[in-house]
């Protein structure tokens, strides 16, 4: 037990229950945070004339050499005290003791969280923009590459390369949006809050949140201490960025196998086998599938930490945080790795000829008999699927239909225009074109989503900028604040 905390209401924490309820491990990530939350306090304290100038001037000439220490002693519960004490050893009991005054680690743990998460948020958000980005790139070079849409996996209807990619960005465009909705609720300051009750030392709470970059208060000081939600929305954030990683990764795993062969992962983010020496396995893509699951599992993890705790502080919270960065962290190497591979993707060469991929143009077959023939869609679509299985049991494709096979299917002739059109809609790069909706893969709307896709990416790119910009600030008034 740390030397702060012995003498009092317990006379000795045996070591290996220290050992056992330490957090210092994970309070690596927020030392930092934690002594510039001392620093601001502090600087409340002298404010409110708690405390006298010249001891503020010595406690917090500690804390600044503090910023940088390694905080590795073992025999100690976590990094809040082991700061205090450090600042008593090297000014006096009497000096140190005021450190702790009108605080909690209660308060001060939340609010170092949340100082430590909100820079995270940031840093997540623009390496999501840094893949985006990737893969808007490479979007442009495929507007007309021909890809097949796949819905149980099965070929469904002709899209290009570039839809495909636009689809995943749209997904990692509304991750952006709810990390930056969620950045707003974790950016809020619950120094002042103490224990659960707050204080009756007229500490300013606004001031110190204003020194440490926050955009405002946890109002309540039972919420303030009692409250996780934040911390387990930016995991559920983090778990649904995870879903979308997953799916890119096992779409190139099932696109780029040998009997699919529509992508090429480079040799150099692949495996082989120990035993096989003709295998090619797509081992990165593996490995963020499986991290993306500990991801979802770890948001799974801290519902249940969280569930059924009741109101106010409980240590069962030191268990959800290293869910967090750990989240956190396997999502950055997922990021890092899908946004290197995605540029270097080959796509397939000749996929409109493939054959089978002919009965993608199915949909559009109906489409033009409803306009060319004048026949319900539903007709249309029995007729088309009839011609379809004929085609299949005879091992060949549309392609192969003669006028004769469409006239036997509608029971009557067939305007010759009709069947020209057919001929059309099998081209499969003339198809893309025959798209008329918003949103689809039509060449002109592929170039057009791109431009917005990238629009709202610098967008969101200056907006970060800014409010870094607005962390340094806050930081600037701390040290200029802390000069007393």
Not at 313 to 323: K, V
Not at 453 to 472: D, G, I, K, M, Y
Request: glycine fraction near 6%; charge should be positive.
């Amino acid at each position: 037990m740390s030397s702060v905390l012995k003498g009092g209401r317990l006379k000795g924490t045996r070591r290996d229950v220290v050992n056992f309820i330490s957090s210092l491990e994970s309070d690596k990530r927020i030392a930092f945070s934690t002594v510039l939350v001392n620093e601001a306090h502090v600087i409340a304290l002298a404010k409110s004339g708690a405390i006298e100038k010249v001891d503020t001037s010595r406690i917090l000439r500690v804390l600044r050499t503090l910023e940088g220490y390694n905080f590795h002693e073992r025999n100690a519960e976590d990094v809040h005290v082991m700061i205090e004490d450090s600042v008593t050893k090297r000014t006096s009991k009497q000096v140190g003791g005021l450190l702790h005054l009108g605080k909690s680690r209660n308060d001060q743990v939340v609010t170092a969280i949340r100082m430590t998460l909100r820079n995270e948020i940031l840093l997540l958000s623009n390496q999501i923009l840094t893949l985006e980005f990737s893969i808007l790139n490479s979007a442009k070079r495929h507007i007309s590459t021909v890809f097949p849409g796949y819905t149980h996996l099965q070929p469904a209807q002709p899209i290009s390369f570039a839809h495909y990619l636009l689809a995943n960005c749209a997904s990692l465009s509304r991750n952006i949006d709810r990390l930056n909705e969620a950045y707003g609720r974790v950016n809020r300051s619950t120094m002042g809050a103490a224990a659960l009750a707050g204080t009756s030392f007229p500490l300013n709470r606004r001031l110190i949140a204003r020194l440490l970059g926050f955009d405002g208060l946890v109002d309540v000081s039972l919420d303030a201490v009692g409250g996780r939600d934040f911390a387990l929305e930016i995991l559920g954030n983090c778990a649904l960025i995870a879903s979308d990683l997953s799916r890119v990764a096992t779409d190139l795993i099932f696109y780029s196998s040998a009997e699919i062969g529509l992508v090429v992962i480079p040799d150099e983010f692949a495996s082989t086998s120990s035993i096989m020496p003709q295998k090619k396995n797509a081992d990165p893509l593996e490995l963020t599938r499986a991290k993306c699951a500990k991801i979802a599992a770890n948001f799974n993890s801290g519902l249940s930490v969280m569930h059924g705790l009741p109101s106010g502080y409980n240590l069962d919270y030191q268990e959800l945080t290293p869910l967090l960065w750990e989240s956190i962290d396997e999502l950055k190497a997922c990021l890092r790795i899908l946004t290197e591979i995605i540029p270097r993707i080959t796509v397939g060469s000749k996929l409109s000829s493939r054959r089978y991929l002919e009965f993608t143009a199915a949909t559009e077959i109906a489409n033009l008999l409803v306009r060319k023939e004048h026949l319900p869609f539903r007709t249309a679509h029995h007729l088309v699927g009839s011609v379809a299985r004929s085609a299949l049991s005879r091992d060949e494709t549309f392609k192969d239909m003669k006028r004769s096979d469409w006239e036997r299917a509608l029971g009557r002739p067939i305007r010759p225009r009709t069947v020209s059109s057919i001929g059309e809609a099998l081209d499969l790069g003339r198809h893309l074109r025959m798209y008329r909706t918003s949103g689809s893969p039509n060449p002109q709307e592929s170039k057009r989503l791109i431009s917005q896709e990238l629009r709202a990416c610098e967008r969101s790119r200056t907006r970060n900028a800014r409010l870094q910009a607005r962390l340094r600030t806050g930081m600037q008034e701390l040290r200029a604040a802390s000069k007393i």
